[in-house]
T-cell receptor, first 115, second 114 residues
Framework: DTEVTQTPKHLVMGMTNKKSLKCEQHMGHRAMYWYKQKAKKPPELMFV???????INESVPSRFSPECPNSSLLNLHLHALQPEDSALYLCASSQDIQRGADTQYFGPGTRLTVL | AQKVTQAQTEISVVEKEDVTLDCVYE???????LFWYKQPPSGELVFLIRRNSFDEQNEISGRYSWNFQKSTSSFNFTITASQVVDSAVYFC???????????FGAGTRLFVKA
């Protein structure tokens, strides 16, 4: 089973709202990722968690706050977003980032619209 | 620096035609990994293949085949007898062992018309 689930599928929020995106995998993977993808562009890495610890933050603005409550779950907390943050947010997981270059399996994404 | 180039922005074919998607990569490392992903309109990136730099054997999986040539730093993807369901954006990607980042190409949008 190579399934990564994400909720919600669609989210519309105002610039003053606080919302969260959720990602879950049950493949026993120890690395989890958040990507942002704008239309007609490749995914851009935002954060990487390895063994539930934040390993990479690609200079993402603080209005995006990741959280990894356990090895299966990854959240992305959103606060005071801007309209330019509207995008498809993809979650991915891989077996073990320390081994390097493990295949990343992606979820279906959350389409976020900021009004 | 690592780089992945997918020069074809969009390709349009008629069903049952064969189509090849090009991927050229740059890296200074001798050990690296190459990937292809498919992204249908639904948005999910679907893993298709992973190939390490020491394995130049071409691979075939059903209607899909991949041609890896280190001499030209290319990892091309061919779909034989294309179908409408193959319509999607296809991304080629590069990663290094111990590296945390996967470098994606810009993607090639494939339209298969019935």
């Amino acid at each position: 089973d190579t399934e990564v689930t994400q909720t919600p599928k669609h989210l519309v929020m105002g610039m003053t709202n606080k919302k969260s995106l959720k990602c879950e995998q049950h493949m026993g993977h120890r690395a989890m990722y958040w990507y942002k993808q704008k239309a007609k562009k490749p995914p851009e890495l935002m954060f990487v968690y390895s063994y539930e610890k934040l390993s990479i933050n690609e200079s993402v603005p603080s209005r995006f706050s990741p959280e990894c409550p356990n090895s299966s779950l990854l959240n992305l907390h959103l606060h005071a977003l801007q309209p330019e943050d509207s995008a498809l947010y993809l979650c991915a997981s891989s077996q073990d980032i320390q081994r390097g270059a493990d295949t990343q399996y992606f979820g279906p994404g959350t389409r976020l619209t900021v009004l | 620096a690592q780089k992945v180039t997918q020069a074809q922005t969009e390709i349009s074919v008629v069903e049952k035609e064969d189509v090849t998607l090009d991927c050229v990569y740059e890296t200074r490392d001798t050990t690296y990994y190459l990937f292809w992903y498919k992204q249908p309109p639904s948005g999910e990136l679907v893993f298709l293949i992973r190939r390490n730099s020491f394995d130049e054997q071409n691979e075939i999986s059903g209607r899909y085949s991949w041609n890896f040539q280190k001499s030209t730093s290319s990892f091309n993807f061919t779909i034989t007898a294309s179908q409408v369901v193959d319509s999607a954006v296809y991304f080629c990607a590069l990663s290094e062992p111990g590296g945390f980042k996967t470098i994606f190409g810009a993607g090639t949008r494939l339209f298969v018309k019935a």
